[in-house]
């Protein structure tokens, strides 16, 4: 039994049957980390918040099932979730300005989460916070409890905001885009404290990011989005070694090395409104099989627990479209 599944996933817009993340299943192991890559507006962070049921206004819930260690998300009663969230699995974001409340010091914080999920008295409550502050490279606690969001750098607020979600003791951590907003060291110092919580603790991560090198540094597998869907899926090894789908081998192309971008990545995403019936792919694909115009590709094995949407690795019923 993984420790997290998330089977047909649906998510769409409240008021027109639009779905935005379409049928997205994966399962993650105790401890792995899962990497969600693709392209601005692909569906990332819907995906990353429907892990803890968070839906931002006009988005719903249509149809699936997200398992996290056997808890059956989406059936709990909404006092049951206040229990799950914060404590199963928690968020951190890429802005902690704006999950952070500016009028109440990172000390009041932190416990408000502890007061929300443990029992304990306000002595031991401190140096918990304390040792909170600590796990997270926060020197000096006893201060720096007392400050406020604004009064600290970006890194120590990137870091008090993982405090403030590990307060909870979660299993499963969803980190969306925490290190973009940042400069490149203090972004290796984020990764690296991510990293060492992960082997430590055996704490899962779904790891959202454009970047393919953070990406591959920090994961064990790799989602490849495109379109509110998933195109490939597959452990960082195969994704980087043997990239499968073209939308994967474009961005891989067009990622800079050696300071020089290889290839530009040509086209547009494809406006989630109007979603073509075939290949989503299709109209920006450099060499596109005849199917696709018209048949939607499945997600199917390419081996390995290798898994590809195209045409060129498998045949497709047309009846059990996926
Ligand atoms: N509140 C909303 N109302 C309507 N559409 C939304 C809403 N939030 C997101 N969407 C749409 O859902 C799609 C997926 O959005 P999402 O925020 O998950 O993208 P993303 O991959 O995280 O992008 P980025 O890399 O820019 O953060 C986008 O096309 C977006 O326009
Ligand atoms: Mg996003």
């Known amino acids: 039994m993984p420790f997290l599944e998330v089977k047909d996933l649906i998510i769409g817009l409240k008021k027109r049957n639009i779905p935005l993340i379409d049928k997205v299943s994966f399962t993650l192991e105790k401890g792995e980390i899962l990497g969600i890559l693709g392209e601005s507006g692909c569906g990332k962070s819907l995906t990353g918040f429907s892990l803890l049921r968070l839906f931002p206004s006009g988005v719903s819930y249509y149809s699936g099932k997200v398992l996290i260690d056997n808890i059956d998300l989406y059936s709990l009663s909404e006092k049951e979730l206040s229990k799950i969230r914060g404590k199963k699995v928690a968020i951190i974001l890429q802005d902690p300005l704006s999950s952070l409340n500016p009028v109440l010091t990172i000390g009041e914080q932190i416990a408000e989460v502890l007061k929300h999920h443990f029992n304990l008295n306000s002595k031991n409550r401190r140096e918990r916070i304390y040792e909170l502050l600590k796990e997270v490279g926060i020197s000096e606690p006893e201060i720096r409890a007392k400050s406020y969001p604004h009064q600290l750098s970006g890194g120590l607020r990137q870091r008090a905001m993982i405090a403030m979600a590990l307060a909870g003791e979660p299993e499963l951590l969803v980190a969306d885009e925490p290190t973009t907003a940042l400069d490149l060291t203090l972004q290796i110092q984020i990764l690296e404290l991510l990293k060492d919580l992960n082997q430590k603790k055996s704490l899962t991560i779904v790891f959202i990011s454009h970047d393919l090198g953070v990406v591959r540094w920090i994961s064990d ?34 990622y800079p090395r050696e300071g020089k971008i290889r290839k530009i990545l040509k086209g547009s995403p494809v406006n989630l409104l109007q979603k073509p019936s075939g290949c989503r792919y299709f109209e920006r694909c450099e060499n596109p099989c005849k199917e696709g115009k018209n048949i939607h590709p499945d997600l199917i094995n390419a081996g390995k627990n290798h898994w590809v949407r195209c045409f060129k690795y498998g045949n497709v019923s047309v009846f059990g479209r996926n």
Do not use: D, M, R, W
């Not at 989005?225 to 961005?251: D, K, M, R």
């Open 221 to 254: 597998k790799i989602a490849v989005f495109y379109a509110g869907e998933i195109v490939e899926i597959a452990s960082t090894e195969e994704v980087f070694n043997n990239p499968l789908h073209p939308y994967t081998q474009a961005l891989i192309e067009s």
